[in-house]
């Protein structure tokens, strides 16, 4: 049993990753907090799910500029530097949520602002952090180090939804805010206490020209660029989120209940999969298993397609006892993407170079926000042409046809060697 629990020698070794990432655990439950109290606060003050939809573009477009600028800031300073400012800005944004509902302003737009502002800053908090990392322990137990990193997020990811719904009906917005706050500062005091990291080798100033440097070196790097399509195969074709509220409305019955169950059972399957990550740091091809991850995740959405498909139309009917082999599906879908993003994060780290990780981070970060939009748009449009069970069969097999194309493209991932790491 203990072979296949998370292997913590990462958190007994390094004092500092052990602070960052106690400081991210706290941090990551009040982030999850306020994104879902903000949705709450938005609807409540709009009655408009519109309203809420343009939340997520004020969200998502300063992540994807932040982001991408924000990782040549990080390779042109010192990385504890631009992490503590950065962060000092999320928590001071942070404040100002929560001093707008003590102050009952009530403007949506206020919240708007407020979003993009924060998502600016963390385009820039979360390259740094990442290219914190591989300086905080070993190249080796990147693997172990990331896993610990996808429990706290998971947790994050499960607790502060719940939690949120929670403190909003009981205490209000304005407390809700207040937790987030009080968590947040554990993140801040984690990132004052690590020493100085600034980056090793060849500096380039901060800028567009360094921005381009960064994705011409992408380009040059088969296997690192390899990571971020991949998982664009797994996002824009077989990313089940859009097609979760008609599941639970039409098919399974329960309505949003059903919904929020079937996304709960992805978080469970990747904090599943954190939790018992001990094997993971012996894997040596891990190219190959973050490619049979992805097919695996292609083949639980088509298995969940499948279920919906055979279980019928349940509406009005109570729930469907179908229910069960779907959660099944989408929790062996989150142990998939869970083993995926801990090997993708670990061939990133490990095949960049010091001075280039800020802004491949960067890069990572607008795959991962941008990749789930494509994937809410596809799974939208093909499920409106062709019901919601097809959609989900049809992409989970487009996701498996995708990822092998890749892979017949450039096979030498398939032989990336954990100990010879070569981009």
């Known amino acids: 049993m203990q072979k296949l629990l998370a292997d913590i020698t990462p958190l007994q070794e390094s004092p500092d990753f052990r602070r960052l990432w106690l400081g ?5 439950i009040g982030t999850q907090l306020t994104v879902v109290a903000v949705s709450l606060e938005v609807y409540s003050l709009s009655q408009s799910i519109l309203a809420v939809g343009v939340l997520g573009i004020f969200a998502l477009v300063p992540l994807v500029i932040a982001g991408l600028y924000g990782g040549s800031v990080v390779d042109a300073h010192d990385r504890r530097t631009v992490a503590l400012l950065s962060a000092g ?15 009952g302003v009530h403007e949506v737009l206020v919240l708007y602002l407020l979003v993009a502002v924060q998502s600016a800053a963390a385009g820039i908090n979360q390259p740094a952090r990442s290219a914190i990392i591989p300086r905080l322990v070993r190249r080796e137990l990147l693997p172990a180090a990331n896993a610990l990193s996808m429990i706290v997020f998971g947790l994050g990811t499960t607790v502060g939804p719940l939690a949120a719904g929670v403190l909003v009906a009981s205490v209000g917005y304005s407390w809700t805010y207040t937790v987030d706050v009080l968590t947040f500062t554990a993140s ?48 824009i074709f077989a990313m089940p989120r859009a097609l979760l509220p008609a599941v639970g409305a039409v098919w399974l019955g329960g309505g ?15 904090l599943l999969a954190a939790l018992f990550s001990g094997p993971l740091g012996h894997i040596r091809r891990q190219g190959l298993a973050v490619v049979w991850s ?6 639980s959405i ?34 998939a993407d869970s083993v995926s993003g801990v090997f993708r ?49 049809v992409g989970g097999i487009l996701c498996i046809l995708a990822v092998w194309l890749m892979v017949r493209l ?8 954990a100990l010879h790491p070569e981009p």
């Open 24 to 28: 991210l655990g706290l941090s990551s």
């Open 89 to 103: 800005v999320l928590w001071l944004v942070t404040i100002c949520i929560a001093l707008q509902a003590w102050l």
């Open 188 to 235: 801040l005091w984690a990132l004052f206490k690590l020493p100085s990291l600034p980056p090793e080798g060849a500096v380039r100033r901060a800028g567009f020209r360094s921005v381009l440097e960064g994705l011409k070196f992408l380009g040059s790097r088969p296997n690192v660029r390899m990571t971020f399509l991949v998982d664009l195969c797994a996002m």
């Open 256 to 270: 949003a209940a059903t919904a929020g169950l079937l996304l709960a059972a992805i978080a469970a399957g990747s």
């Open 294 to 299: 992805i097919t695996i995740w292609g083949a």
């Open 302 to 335: 088509t298995g969940m397609g499948t279920v919906i498909l055979l279980g019928g139309h349940y509406a009005g009917q109570g729930t469907s006892p179908w229910i069960i082999g779907a959660v099944f599906a989408l929790v062996v879908s989150g142990v």
């Open 345 to 393: 994060s670990t061939i990133l780290q490990s095949a960049t170079p010091d001075n280039m990780r800020g802004r491949l981070q960067g890069v990572f970060i607008v795959v991962v926000a941008g990749g789930p939009r494509l994937g809410d748009l596809f799974a939208g449009g093909t499920g409106q042409r062709l019901g919601e069970a097809m959609a989900a069969i």
């Open 410 to 417: 450039q096979p030498r991932f398939l032989h990336y060697d």
